[in-house]
T-cell receptor, first 118, second 112 residues
Framework: QVQLQESGPGLVEPSETLSLTCTVS????????WNWIRQPPGRGLEWIAY?????????NPTLKSRLTISVDTSKNQFSLTLRSVTAADTAVYLC????FGWGLFDSWGPGTLITVSS | DIVMTQSPDSLAVSLGERATINCKSS????????????LAWYQQKPGQSTKLLIS???TRESGVPDRFSGSGSGTDFTLTISSLQAEDVAVYYC?????????FGQGAKLEI
């Protein structure tokens, strides 16, 4: 069974760039869609973006201008870069797999808390 | 964006009793060409990875106990747990995948 694990800095200063990585184990990245989703403290889930194994991407328009998502299948990893962060970007960031591209997330990582603060 | 609204925000149900969570979308999630509703339910427990319970509004994922069921069509959907077990304590989210950006409900916290 595929497993996902997020990794990130924990704390980011306002106006700086957040970089996160999701490592995939127990399965191939091929033919799947790899997603980032976030959850602000005490709030619901927000879909951020996906990257297909071949590098094709799709972004949430509310974040698109600050986002880059990429994949490195040789390392079994995909990554997210969010520029010019503010306190509103404080959240648990989760990575998830969409098996067939429907928008159904069948495997999730446990999440990593990112706090934006000086 | 499609807005997903869940009710109630939280509920307390006795062990063995029925739990019902509602989800309403701001537009229909029914794709008429295949007669499928693009609605999923997820379970989120502290310290565990989020779990997909139900897809296509009513299709249970493999390994999900049959006490979990999904129903509804169009804009109104329901997740029902027929006989609550202690391990069902969690936050439940509905999600639409009819159109992008994918959006989730605000969550419903289920307690005993």
């Amino acid at each position: 069974q595929v497993q996902l694990q997020e990794s990130g800095p924990g704390l980011v200063e306002p106006s700086e760039t957040l970089s996160l990585t999701c490592t995939v184990s127990g399965g191939s990245m091929s033919n799947h869609y790899w997603n980032w989703i976030r959850q602000p403290p005490g709030r619901g889930l927000e879909w951020i973006a996906y990257v297909y194994y071949n590098g094709n991407t799709n972004y949430n328009p509310t974040l698109k201008s600050r986002l880059t998502i990429s994949v490195d299948t040789s390392k079994n990893q995909f990554s997210l870069t969010l520029r010019s962060v503010t306190a509103a970007d404080t959240a648990v960031y989760l990575c998830a797999r969409d098996d067939f591209g429907w928008g159904l997330f069948d495997s999730w990582g446990p999440g990593t808390l990112i706090t934006v603060s000086s | 964006d499609i807005v997903m609204t869940q009710s109630p925000d939280s509920l307390a149900v006795s062990l063995g009793e029925r739990a019902t969570i509602n989800c309403k979308s701001s537009q229909s999630l029914l794709f008429t060409s295949n007669n499928k509703n693009y609605l999923a339910w997820y379970q989120q427990k502290p310290g565990q990875s989020t779990k997909l319970l139900i897809s296509w509004a009513s299709t249970r994922e493999s390994g999900v106990p049959d006490r979990f069921s999904g129903s509804g069509s169009g804009t109104d959907f329901t997740l029902t747990i027929s006989s609550l077990q202690a391990e069902d304590v969690a936050v439940y989210y509905c999600q639409q995948y009819f159109t992008m950006p994918y959006t989730f409900g605000q969550g419903a916290k289920l307690e005993i």
